[in-house]
């Protein structure tokens, strides 16, 4: 079984693709940066590139100083346990995901050891009141232990309406894996194994796919043109977001067309997740589903799966 590549590997390989841009990259290396330090910065660098579409080889500009700025300031955090102010804390840490820096320095805040002190001196009191806490809610409004209310009962099934905000800054992370792995694999192309790609970049993100598949001839709302019905579709999503539907000869097809579908997704400038109207079981729900940056000019697939309380659906169509 082969390896996994690390970061330097990846590093190395993009620049040997690039090779225009060694001496370009290099010259923002600082006098006193070890090669450790240098090598997490630069890698930091080529991954946010395309954050900065403005950015242009030997040309100063806003965009490139915004960007060696914040790569100084994550080297900082990390290898000198410096902070900032919390929006800057968030956004190096979007921007350094999947970033892997061996044997980095663990350091431990003044606010950090307040906190554990704190911690330990509470620990009897809130061992007691958790035991409570777990039988007197649910006991008393007669739910059963362990589960709680989603939304308001009055609420109709579907996502909902902060959903979009709430999976955004994921899909953005997963944008930034996508982009650099298609870059080292030599870029999109019918050739790849697009399924690999997609999974392998969400577990890095520390999530899984979903994959749904159902025989062609079992989907009621299918496009008035297609004729065929032997075969499989299947429908990916990632957090019950929609990201593509694939058709094939059998599920491993299926599943591999929904991948190359779900990909292109991300081969535009940036991904949205917005909440958009399709077909269901020959009804029009709303659901979450990931979008590029270009204009639609046709409709989706109909859904195989409705993560958003699905058996109210199911009872209102019986």
């Not at 959903?163 to 019918?190: C, D, I, M, T």
């Not at 991948?259 to 949205?272: D, M």
């Not at 109909?302 to 169509?317: K, M, R, T, V």
């Amino acid at each position: 079984m082969a390896e996994e590549r690390t970061g330097k590997d990846i590093v190395s390989e993009y620049l040997d693709q690039n090779p225009q841009l060694v001496q370009w990259v290099e010259s923002f290396r600082g006098y006193c940066e070890t090669n450790k330090q240098w090598c997490a910065r630069r890698e930091f660098i080529l991954r946010n590139m395309e954050t900065f579409p403005t950015i242009e080889q030997g040309i100063p500009s806003n965009c490139l100083d915004r960007l060696l700025s914040l790569s100084m300031v994550w080297a900082n955090h990390v290898f000198l346990g410096c902070r900032y102010p919390q929006d800057v804390m968030d956004k190096i840490k979007e921007m350094g995901e999947g970033i892997v820096v061996h044997d980095a320095p663990v350091r431990t805040t003044r606010d950090e050891i307040i906190a554990k002190g704190k911690r330990s001196a509470t620990t009897g009191s809130d061992a007691d009141s958790c035991v409570k806490r777990a039988k007197g809610p649910n006991e008393a409004d007669g739910r059963p232990a362990g589960r709680t209310a989603a939304r308001p009962a009055s609420q109709k099934s579907g996502p909902p309406p902060q959903a979009p905000a709430e999976h955004q800054p994921f899909f953005n992370r997963l944008y930034k894996a996508v982009a650099w792995k298609l870059v080292s694999a030599g870029g999109f192309g019918p050739n790849l194994d697009h399924f690999e790609i997609l999974r392998s970049c969400v577990e890095s993100c520390k999530q899984s796919l979903s994959c749904v598949f159902v025989p062609l001839k079992d989907i009621p709302d299918l496009p008035a043109g297609r004729t065929q019905k032997e075969g499989h579709v299947c429908e990916l999503r990632c957090q019950t977001v929609y990201m593509g539907t694939g058709y094939g000869r059998d599920e491993s097809a299926a599943r591999a067309m929904a991948s190359k579908e779900a990909l292109k997704a991300f081969l535009g400038r940036k991904v949205t997740v917005k909440i958009c109207r399709r077909r269901y079981r020959g009804k029009d729900v709303e659901d979450v589903i990931l979008l590029d940056d270009q204009p639609r000019s046709q409709g989706f697939p109909p859904a195989l799966s409705y993560p958003f309380q699905a058996e109210q659906l199911e009872d209102g169509s019986s």
